[in-house]
């Protein structure tokens, strides 16, 4: 008799088309994997990052101001209009990061169209970033863009796993 435990299944490491392609089974009663888990830790990380942002334009918005390289197309280049600009790109961030928090909370909730929503602009902002890369030479630095890079392609491989796209359809039937 053998004390050796048996090898647990691992998948292949190609499989056909057809068998990525079928649906999850009906579980309305799945868990929660870990992997939706992470995915909407790191959109708060991601949140959280964007806070950081917007606190850094903020405090250093006469800095950006005063860079002869920023065109305020629109805005009064008086004192009043450069602190118009400076509330409506925090508007703007402040708006875009409620709607990050939401699609964390639809995204935890099991909502797939949340999770194909945050994977794709994810992949946006990952595509923007080659394209800064390839076309401008912009650098990839831990000062630029780093953090969002590194966030959204871990988000993009936490949310595109097949435990949390079972866990997002669980309630499909087919």
Known sequence: ???AMPAPHKRPAYEPPGRLLRPP?????MRRPISTI???GLILL????????????ATGWDAIINDPDTVLDGFDPSPEGSQAALGFVIAAGVTVLLIDLLLAVFVYRGYNWARVFVMLIAVGSI??????WWAQGQEITLNTTYV???LDILLLLALSSRTAAAYARRHERR
Do not use: N
């Open 1 to 3: 008799m053998s004390d």
């Open 25 to 29: 089974h009906y579980d309305p009663a």
């Open 38 to 40: 992470a995915g909407t």
């Open 46 to 57: 991601r949140v959280l990052a964007g806070v950081v942002v917007l606190i850094g334009i």
């Open 127 to 132: 595509s923007t970033s080659f394209g800064a």
């Open 148 to 150: 969002s890079l590194s």
